[in-house]
Structures are given as structure tokens and as C-alpha cells.
């Protein structure tokens, strides 16, 4: 079982900056790809970005180049640098871990909400 816990959401202007983190419990961090997703107000979830064990990234279209995902392994840690924010990237942010073994298996963190304000 794997735990997820995401910090540092808030309430932001448009153009600023937040950076998200998402904390994992258990071992074996690297067989997970990480991911961010997020939910705005009346729309799906959708995928913001994702990241491999060895740091290999993707990003949605609307993110690319304004977001970067990272991760520290030995931190069983994953952040989410978000620069020039817009409007139209409130939302709620999920941490995801996908089991690259177990496909089927993955975890969702409790989400933390991001506001840009215009």
C-alpha cells in the first residue's frame, strides 16, 4: 500500500508561480511512475504531467513549457513547478503512482486545490 500526500496549493494571481509537492510512503519509490493530474470546476480529470524512475517527463499540451515535473527517488518525493500561471489552471491537483510491474495497480493522493485568480 502507498500512500500519497500533496502540499502547496493556494490561492495565486495570474502570471505567479506555486510549486506542488506530493510526499509517498512504502519502499520501492522507483517502480512507480509518478504523475499530476488535475480537475477543474465542471470538467474531467485530466493529466498534467507524468515522470519515470530515471526522469523521463510528459506534459499536457496547455502545461508544456510553463510546468516541470520532477523527483527526488531517495525522497520518495515528486514536485510540480508551475510558472505564469493562468486562470484556466485552477483546479484540483492529484499526485498519482502507477506500479510500471503492476499496471493496474496505482494510487491517488487526497488532491490539493490551486486558484489563479485573473
Known amino acids: 500500500q502507498v500512500q500519497l500526500v500533496e502540499s502547496g496549493g493556494g490561492l495565486v494571481q495570474a502570471g505567479e508561480s506555486l510549486r506542488l509537492s506530493c510526499a509517498a510512503s512504502g519502499s520501492r519509490f522507483n517502480i512507480f511512475i509518478m504523475g499530476w493530474y488535475r480537475q477543474g470546476p465542471g470538467k474531467q480529470r485530466e493529466l498534467v504531467a507524468t515522470?519515470?524512475?530515471?526522469?523521463?517527463?510528459n506534459y499536457a499540451d496547455s502545461v508544456n513549457g510553463r510546468f516541470a515535473i520532477s523527483r527526488i527517488n531517495a525522497r520518495n518525493t515528486v514536485y510540480l513547478q508551475m510558472n505564469t500561471l493562468k486562470p484556466e489552471d485552477t483546479a484540483v491537483y492529484y499526485c498519482?503512482?502507477?506500479?510500471?510491474?503492476?499496471?493496474?495497480?496505482?494510487?491517488w493522493g487526497q488532491g490539493t486545490q490551486v486558484t489563479v485568480s485573473s
Open positions: 515522470i519515470t524512475s530515471d526522469g523521463a517527463t
Open positions: 498519482n503512482a502507477r506500479n510500471i510491474l503492476v499496471r493496474t495497480q496505482e494510487y
